[in-house]
Nanobody, 117 residues
C-alpha cells in the first residue's frame, strides 16, 4: 500500500498550487482522505478532510475559502487545490486515509510547500 503526495514547490505569496495524492494497493473509495501539514518546529495539523460516504468536506479555519479538497475515486486520487497562499502555509503536506492524526491510516511521504517571496 502506498500513498504518494506530489505537487509541492516554491510559490510566491498569493500564488496557487495543486497537490495530488495517488494511491496504490488500496481503493480510496472506501476511505476518507485527510490532508495534513507540518511546519518547521511545529506539530502536524489537519488541513482538510473529505468523506468517503457523501464527499462532505471540512477545513482548518485558516484555509477556509482558499483551499479546496476533492477526490476522484475512478482515478484513485485525491487533491488539494490551494490558492491565495501565505507564508504561514509553508510546510510538508501529507495525505492520509484518516482525518485525525491517530497514525492508524495509510500515509504518504509528504510534499514540501514553500510560500516565500
Amino acid at each position: 500500500v502506498q500513498l504518494q503526495a506530489s505537487g509541492g514547490g516554491l510559490v510566491q505569496p498569493g500564488g496557487s498550487l495543486r497537490l495530488s495524492c495517488a494511491a496504490s494497493g488500496i481503493s480510496l473509495i472506501y476511505y476518507r482522505i485527510g490532508w495534513f501539514r507540518q511546519a518547521p518546529g511545529k506539530e502536524r495539523e489537519g488541513v482538510s478532510c473529505i468523506s468517503s460516504e457523501d464527499g462532505s468536506t471540512s477545513y482548518l479555519d485558516s484555509v477556509k475559502g482558499r483551499f479546496t479538497i476533492s477526490r476522484d475515486d475512478a482515478k484513485n486520487m485525491a487533491y488539494l487545490q490551494m490558492k491565495s497562499l501565505r507564508p504561514e502555509d509553508t510546510g510538508v503536506y501529507y495525505c492520509a486515509t484518516e482525518c485525525v492524526d491517530y497514525g492508524l491510516g495509510y500515509w504518504g511521504q509528504g510534499t514540501q510547500v514553500t510560500v516565500s517571496s
